[in-house]
C-alpha cells in the first residue's frame, strides 16, 4: 500500500460525513484515427446544486483511478487521459466542512500533502493529460486541472476562481506554485491575489482562455465533443499549442511587490494567508515545482491550524447558510403576494430604492413627494440607471422598454397607492415627519398592505404608535450603497404580526438581500455597533490622542477603510443624528461629540482634504478641533475600542437585539464589509482574549470559528 493511500486512509477516518466524489474511468476511441483515450470523471451522484469536492475519501477514489490509468498508459493501451466534471460542475475544491474538524497540525499537512500527491501524478503520467473545465471550477478544482499537459474551457464556466487567500488559506494543491509558472507572475497575483481579496470575484469561461489557463474555448452546447476532436488534433500533431515565454527576471519582483501592495491595502497585515502565497509565488521564481509544492503543503498546515481559516469558513458559512435561512424568520407560507410598490419620497435613497424593487420584482413601482420636481428627478433616476444596464449590454432593448413603463411618480399618494401591496417610505429621518407620512398613507392604502420604514436608528414601534393598524408596519433597513452592500436589517415592532413580518422576509429574499431579524431597539445591529465603535474613536480624539494615531490604532483589523474615512461615506450630519439618537436611549456609553458638532456645523463633508491624492488632516477641520491634553498610544486606543464593542455586543445578546453572536456577525459582513478574515467580529474578538476581559465569557463556544479544543 503506497504512502498516499495511507494518508488519505487516516484523513477519511476523521471525516465520516464526507460527500465523496467518485472518479469514473471510460474508454473509446478519439476522433480523426488518434487512438485509445482514457477520460475520468468527477461525480459525486448529486446534482449540480450540491457541487464536487474532493475531500480524503475522493482523493483516494481519484488516487485509485490514476492507478489503473497510469497503468494503461505504461502498457501503451492509451495514447491519453482526460478528466472532466458532472453536468455544469468541474470540482470545486477542498471540502471545507472536513477542514473545520482538523485538531492537529500532523492531520492539517496530511490533507494538504495527500492532494498533492495525488494530483501531481497526473503531469508524471507516460502520456499527456488533459483538463477539460466543462462547469464551475474553484480551489482543488482549478488546480487539478493546472496538473495537466494541457487545458480546455467551456465558454459559459459562470464561475472560475482560486479563493483560497479569501477564506485564510493559499492555494496549496499547486496553484501558488503551477500557475505563475504557466500564465506569469502578474496575471497570477491577479487571480490568486487580488480577485481574492476583491470580494472573492470569478472568473468567466472567456477570461479563463484570454489569461493562457486554457489553451482552447469552445461552447458550452457540443464543449466535451469539441475538446475530444481538439484532444485528437493536438496528439496527431496538428495542432501546436505555444505558450508565450515567462519573463523571470525583474518583472517576477515586480508582480510580487504589487501584490504585497494590493494585501497591505485590502487586510494591513492583519491576515497572514496572501502574505504566505506571496511568499511562495516569489520563490517559485526559479521553476522548482517540487519545492513550490513542499511549500505550500507547510502553509495549508499552519493556516488551517490558524484562527484567521476557521474565521474565514464561520464568515463563509454564515453568509452562505445562515444568510439564506434567516434565524426567527416566520413561515414563509403566511407571506402575502406584491404584486406593486409604492415608495414614500424621490431623493437618492429613495431612487435607488425604486430600481431594486423594479429590476427584483419586476412590479409596478411608483414615487411620490412633496412636488412635481423631486417626482420627475426620481423617476428619472431610474430611467437613466435602466439605460445605463442597457449600454453595458446587462439588458435588452425590449427588458429596458418594459422596466421604464413599469416605473411612475405621481403627486397623490392616493391615486399612487390605493392598489399597493408594499409600501416602503425613505424620507427624512425625523420621528414626526415619518409619522405624518405613515399616517397620510395608512388613509389611502389597502387595508393588506405592508407600511416599511427604511429608518436607520428610529423606533418602528413609536413610528407605528399612532395607526389604526400598527400590527403592519416593519422595518426594512437597507445599506448604502443599496445595489451594492446585501444586508437588509428586518425589524420587528412591537405590534408587528407575523403575516406582514413573513412578507417583508420573502420581499427581501426576492431582492436578493440577506435578511437578518432585528428587534426594535435604538440603531438596531450596524449602525448601533458602528456608532459605539466611532464613537470611541471619536472620544480619544477629543481627549487628546491625535487623529492619525487613532485612525492608526484600527488597522490591524483590516478594516475596509478607517473610521474617519467611513464617517466620509456616511455623512457627518448622520453619523451625528445616530450618535444623539443612541446618546438618548444609552447616555452613559454614547456621548455626542463636539468636535464632530462643530465640523457639521461648519458644513464640513469629512475630516480629509485628499489634494495630495492620500487622505490630510484638512487645515480647517484642524482649526475647529478642541482636544483634551490625554495622549493615548495606538496600543491603548485599539484595547479602549475592541473593550466598547465587545462591551456593546454583549448587551445587545442580553438584550435579544439578534438571535445569536452569528447574526452580529453575519450584519457586520453584509452590511459593513468587515472582513470575512476576522469572521466578523466576534471570533476576532474571542481570539484576542477581548471577550473574556470584558464580558467574563467568549461569544463563540470553542471550536466554531476557530480551532476545536
Known amino acids: 500500500m503506497s504512502t498516499t493511500a495511507e494518508l488519505l486512509k487516516g484523513a477519511a477516518e476523521l471525516f465520516p460525513d464526507e460527500v465523496v466524489t467518485q472518479a469514473h474511468v471510460r474508454h473509446f476511441d478519439l476522433p480523426l484515427g488518434a487512438g485509445r483515450f482514457a477520460l475520468i470523471t468527477l461525480d459525486n451522484g448529486h446534482d449540480h446544486t450540491k457541487p464536487t469536492t474532493f475531500g480524503p475519501q475522493s482523493l483516494a477514489n481519484l488516487n485509485a483511478a490514476v492507478d489503473q490509468v497510469e497503468k494503461e498508459a505504461a502498457d501503451g493501451e492509451i495514447v491519453g487521459v482526460g478528466i472532466t466534471g458532472k453536468p455544469f460542475i468541474f470540482a470545486v475544491g477542498a471540502d471545507l466542512k472536513g477542514v473545520e474538524l482538523l485538531k492537529e497540525w500532523d492531520h492539517a499537512y496530511a490533507i494538504g500533502k495527500g492532494g498533492h500527491d495525488v494530483f501531481k501524478r497526473l503531469s508524471g503520467l507516460a502520456v499527456p493529460t488533459f483538463a477539460y473545465y466543462n462547469g464551475a471550477a474553484m480551489g482543488g478544482g482549478v488546480e ?3 496538473h495537466c499537459t494541457y487545458r480546455t474551457v467551456s465558454a459559459s464556466v459562470p464561475a472560475f476562481s482560486l479563493p483560497e487567500v479569501f477564506l485564510g488559506l493559499v492555494p496549496g494543491w499547486g496553484g501558488c506554485t503551477l500557475l505563475p509558472n504557466l500564465i506569469g507572475p502578474e496575471k497570477a497575483v491577479s487571480v490568486i491575489i487580488e480577485n481574492s481579496l476583491n470580494q472573492n470575484k470569478q472568473l468567466k469561461g472567456k477570461q479563463v482562455y484570454e489569461l493562457g489557463i486554457a489553451d482552447a474555448i469552445f461552447e458550452g452546447a457540443d464543449f466535451l465533443e469539441q475538446s475530444l476532436i481538439w484532444t485528437a488534433s493536438v496528439l496527431k500533431g496538428e495542432i501546436v499549442v505555444e505558450r508565450p515565454a515567462i519573463d523571470r527576471g525583474e518583472a517576477w ?37 517540487q519545492e513550490g509544492f513542499d511549500a505550500e503543503d507547510k502553509a495549508l498546515a499552519d493556516l488551517i491550524m490558524g484562527g484567521e481559516l476557521r474565521a474565514g469558513i464561520y464568515a ?3 453568509v452562505q447558510k445562515r444568510g439564506k435561512r434567516p434565524a426567527g424568520a416566520p413561515d414563509k407560507s403566511l407571506a402575502r403576494p406584491v404584486t406593486k410598490v409604492g415608495v414614500v419620497g424621490a431623493g437618492l435613497m429613495a431612487s435607488q430604492l425604486a430600481l431594486l424593487f423594479l429590476r427584483r420584482l419586476e412590479v409596478p413601482v411608483v414615487l411620490t413627494d412633496i412636488d412635481q420636481e423631486r417626482v420627475d428627478k426620481g423617476v428619472g433616476y431610474v430611467h437613466a440607471e435602466i439605460d445605463k444596464l442597457l449600454g453595458k449590454g446587462r439588458i435588452n432593448q425590449d427588458k429596458a422598454n418594459r422596466l421604464k413603463a413599469l416605473v411612475t411618480g405621481v403627486l397623490d399618494k392616493a391615486e399612487g397607492f390605493a392598489d399597493a401591496d408594499f409600501i416602503i417610505e425613505a424620507v427624512f429621518e425625523e420621528m414626526g415627519v415619518k409619522q405624518t407620512v405613515f399616517a397620510e398613507v395608512e388613509a389611502v392604502a389597502p387595508a393588506h398592505a405592508i407600511l416599511a420604514t427604511n429608518t436607520s436608528s428610529l423606533s418602528v414601534s413609536e413610528m407605528a404608535s399612532k395607526l389604526k393598524h400598527p400590527e403592519r408596519v416593519v422595518g426594512f433597513h437597507f445599506f448604502n450603497p443599496v445595489a451594492v452592500l446585501p444586508l437588509l436589517e428586518i425589524v420587528r415592532g412591537e405590534q ?19 435578511a437578518v431579524l432585528t428587534k426594535d431597539a435604538p440603531a438596531f445591529v450596524v449602525n448601533r455597533i458602528l456608532t459605539r465603535f466611532m464613537g470611541e474613536i471619536q472620544n480619544v480624539i477629543d481627549e487628546g490622542t491625535p487623529v492619525a494615531v487613532a485612525e492608526k490604532a484600527v488597522e490591524p483589523l483590516g478594516l475596509p477603510m478607517s473610521p474617519l474615512v467611513l464617517l466620509e461615506l456616511v455623512g457627518p450630519a448622520i453619523g451625528l443624528h445616530v450618535s444623539e439618537t443612541l446618546n438618548k436611549a444609552f447616555p452613559d456609553r454614547f456621548k455626542v461629540s463636539p468636535n464632530l458638532k462643530a465640523v457639521v456645523e461648519a458644513g464640513k463633508r469629512g475630516f480629509y482634504v485628499y489634494d495630495s ?29 475592541l473593550d466598547a464593542v465587545a462591551q456593546e455586543i454583549g448587551l445587545m445578546l442580553d438584550e435579544g437585539v439578534v438571535a445569536e453572536a452569528q447574526d452580529i456577525d453575519l450584519c457586520l459582513i453584509t452590511g459593513a464589509g468587515w472582513p470575512f478574515h476576522l469572521g466578523g467580529i466576534t471570533p476576532y474578538l474571542d481570539r484576542e482574549g477581548v471577550s473574556e476581559r470584558v464580558n467574563g465569557k467568549r461569544f463563540l463556544a470553542q471550536g466554531v470559528a476557530s480551532v476545536p479544543a
Do not use: C, M, W
Open 144 to 146: 487539478v486541472g493546472l
Open 253 to 289: 519582483d515586480q508582480a510580487v511587490a504589487k501584490g504585497r501592495f494590493i494585501a497591505d491595502s485590502k487586510v494591513h497585515g492583519a491576515a497572514p494567508a496572501a502574505y504566505r502565497a506571496l511568499d511562495i509565488i516569489a520563490a517559485a521564481k526559479n521553476g522548482d515545482l
Open 316 to 318: 463563509f458559512n454564515l
Open 613 to 641: 491624492g492620500k487622505p490630510e488632516l484638512d487645515p480647517e477641520v484642524a482649526a475647529l478641533l478642541k482636544q483634551g491634553d490625554v495622549v493615548l498610544t495606538e496600543e491603548q486606543v485599539r484595547a479602549r475600542v
Open 496 to 514: 408587528t404580526d407575523d403575516a406582514s413580518l413573513a412578507t417583508a422576509f420573502a420581499v427581501a429574499k426576492k431582492l436578493k438581500k440577506t
